[in-house]
């Protein structure tokens, strides 16, 4: 799903529609879901993500480090 969403959404601003993440259809159906993914790639900012993220950082098998090299790649390329 994310693959689809990241790959698709840029076309919003050449084309005459709107990509919209699973969790916009999650929510139309009283299903509750923040689309983390979107607040994150407008905030652009590493440090606020890991800052945000913390506690599911702090949960996973990833250290700080790989999840701050991973969000400083992705951020690049998105």
């Not at 084309?15 to 983390?36: A, C, N, Q, T």
């Not at 979107?38 to 590493?46: F, H, I, P, T």
Request: with cysteine; proline share 1%; net charge negative.
């Amino acid at each position: 799903m994310l693959g689809c969403h990241r790959a698709l959404r840029g076309l919003s601003k050449d084309y005459p529609f709107e990509v919209v993440h699973l969790s916009r259809w999650l929510s139309g159906m009283g299903i509750e879901y923040e689309d983390k993914l979107s607040l994150y790639l407008n905030w652009r900012d590493v440090d606020r993500v890991i800052n945000d993220a913390r506690a599911n950082i702090a949960a996973s098998s990833y250290s700080e480090e790989e999840v701050r090299s991973f969000l400083n790649l992705f951020f690049s390329i998105m």
